[in-house]
């Protein structure tokens, strides 16, 4: 049932610092853990109090002056919004989150930011849109340092391509996130509970696409790897194991067996939320269903569904969940109760099939077919029906082009990235012994290329003190400019200009800034503890007053972004 999907979404791929946890008292002067342990608790069953406890969050985060724990806050709210369908508000929450992030330059959460808009549009079933977002995500992701985020955004696709069919894709870039988790180092950003958090909850994804394409040995090796990560007293990722061994039971048709892990599964973790009761029931009545106890099913999705209210925008998830009942109905003789959920049936796989990429429709529509077939067997009074359900939704592998697209997109630009990258170690290979030469860059527009009213033996001695200057590295004083420069060697500014437009073909900036690029190349290859800098501090080292200024340049010179290139140069060195 893709509705409960979503659930599972938020902690993963949103890194929720949220988990389940007990309520705590008063908010805001508690620890930020205690007032996640408020807002888990009142998450999916009080709008109100959630949102209280998500403020006292943020308020606590301004006190002490956190940014990155003030926008967990505000995701907070963004999420807890999209959970009670709030989406208005969800969507205000997400473009909230994403101005505080890039106003803070928190670059991994900025990444994040783009992840929650894309859920809250796929909540508002505009799949166009929500692919648009993953798209920027996906190249906000590549300058940053940490691959988590990337990761993040890859997950998040791959759940879509799930969706859509694509299911191998879809285990593609799940095994990879095993692959780059599983051994990764801990430190107080990707603790011991976020690991085990993002393999559950990966692992389960792996079973489950296995299944889906009828590969039970697979599905049950990626269970056992959940149930070596769990232990009892580890609720709710206990009851994700659960879960996953009733479906891989229910697959292969051992009922018993997968209503005692369903039932296992619903007594912990408890969310007190009608859509885990859903889920659970649904469950439970496919269990009920499959052993042929129809009454028992019928009455355990009617009683759930009874107790939920399904929002339009959620009918595209409960395609199986009406077609199991209407087929419930059917088999217990209520053929009209049988025709009402069949109908809706139709038209939820509609809405749903909006959202898919490729959709088998061929497959579907004998479904509908055979379905109509025993209606009109058991309803014989009734007219023949003349026509079955049209095939839907041409466009729908457009999704898939966008996915592939997006992916194509980010792969070829690395791969253009290490190929700049290759080029700029060989021509530091070949540069001259003082390494200032790497760089050479020259200006179409010079200032003062004339220079007929220099003197020659001014001229010399302006080159003489420049290359003075630059053995002492003045170039990397925050200060070197071209009056300093021109005071230092004793000539002016005028004089200055035109020497160094017409003998290096390049005006006075760009001369300064090739000789701090060429350093900060060389530097960053050859000094450890230099490359391990922020890019704010490097920049500061080598005479830039910002960071981005330091970036805009190194870009123009290398075309790379500063984190690329030391990130490749740590894989060489």
């Avoid at 902690?11 to 620890?31: A, P, Y």
């Avoid at 959709?359 to 003349?386: C, D, N």
């Avoid at 009213?453 to 302006?462: A, G, S």
Wanted: proline fraction near 1%.
């Amino acid at each position: 049932m893709n509705i409960f999907k979503k659930l599972l979404l938020y902690c993963f791929v949103l890194n929720c610092s949220f988990f389940f946890g007990q309520e705590k008292t008063d908010i805001s002067q508690q620890s930020f853990e205690s007032i996640s342990d408020s807002i888990n608790k009142y998450l999916f069953n009080d709008l109100p109090k959630a949102v209280d406890a998500s403020n006292a969050f943020i308020l606590k985060a301004k006190r002490e002056s956190d940014t990155k724990k003030e926008w967990q806050g505000i995701q907070a709210l963004a999420i807890i919004y999209e959970r009670h369908r709030e989406l208005d508000k969800a969507q205000k929450q997400f473009e909230k989150a994403l101005s505080f992030a890039a106003k803070n330059k928190l670059e991994g959460e900025i990444v994040g930011s783009y992840i929650l808009g894309a859920q809250v549009q796929m909540s508002l079933s505009n799949v166009s849109k929500a692919l648009e977002i993953l798209e920027t995500a996906l190249l906000k992701s590549e300058g940053i340092e940490n691959e988590f985020w990337r990761e993040n955004v890859l997950q998040y696709i791959s759940y879509i391509l799930q969706m859509s069919g694509d299911t191998q894709k879809a285990i593609e870039i799940r095994k990879k996130t095993i692959s780059i988790y599983k051994n990764k180092p801990l430190d107080s950003a990707f603790t011991a509970t976020t690991k085990k958090t993002i393999l559950v909850n990966t692992y389960s994804e792996l079973s489950g696409s296995f299944l889906k394409i009828k590969q039970a040995d697979s599905a049950k090796y990626y269970s056992r790897q959940i149930s070596k990560l769990v232990t009892p007293e580890d609720s709710c990722n206990q009851r994700i194991l659960y879960e996953a061994q009733g479906e891989i039971a229910f697959f292969e048709k051992k009922y018993s067996e997968a209503k005692k892990n369903f039932r296992a599964a619903s007594k912990i973790c408890d969310l007190n939320s009608p859509l885990m009761d859903l889920r659970m029931n649904y469950d439970l009545g496919k269990v009920e269903h499959g052993e042929g106890n129809f009454e028992a099913a019928k009455e355990l999705l009617q009683q759930s569904l009874d107790n939920y209210d399904v929002k339009p925008e959620e009918e595209g998830f409960m395609s199986d969940y009406y077609k199991l009942l209407a087929d419930s109905y059917k088999e217990t003789g209520n053929l009209e109760r049988a025709n009402f959920y069949f109908e809706k049936y139709i038209n939820t796989t509609s809405e749903f099939d909006k959202i898919k990429s490729e959709v088998k429709a061929s497959t579907k529509a004998q479904e509908i077919e055979k379905f109509r077939s025993e209606l009109k067997t058991l309803e014989a009074e009734k007219e023949k029906k003349q026509t079955y359900l049209n095939y839907l939704f041409l466009g729908a592998s457009l999704i898939i082009l966008a996915l592939l697209f997006i992916l194509l997109r980010f792969y070829r630009n690395k791969k253009k990235n290490e190929a700049k990258f290759e080029a700029l170690l060989k021509k530091m290979k070949n540069s001259s012994e003082d390494n200032l030469n790497i760089i050479d860059t020259k200006d179409d527009v010079l200032e003062e290329k004339n220079t007929i009213d220099v003197p020659n033996e001014i001229k010399q001695q302006i080159l003489d003190g420049l290359k003075k200057l630059e053995k002492q590295e003045y170039y990397l004083k925050q200060d070197c400019n071209s009056y300093n420069v021109a005071k230092k060697i004793n000539t002016n500014t005028s004089y200055l200009s035109k020497v160094i437009n017409s003998h290096y073909g390049k005006n006075f900036n760009t001369y300064i800034n090739d000789l701090r690029i060429n350093y900060t190349i060389v530097r960053l290859k050859n000094d450890v503890i230099f490359r391990s800098y922020s890019v704010q501090s490097i920049a500061e080292e080598v005479g830039y007053k910002s960071a981005d200024s330091f970036t805009k340049y190194f870009k123009k010179d290398t075309g790379l972004n500063p984190s690329f290139y030391i990130k490749e140069i740590k894989n060489i060195a």
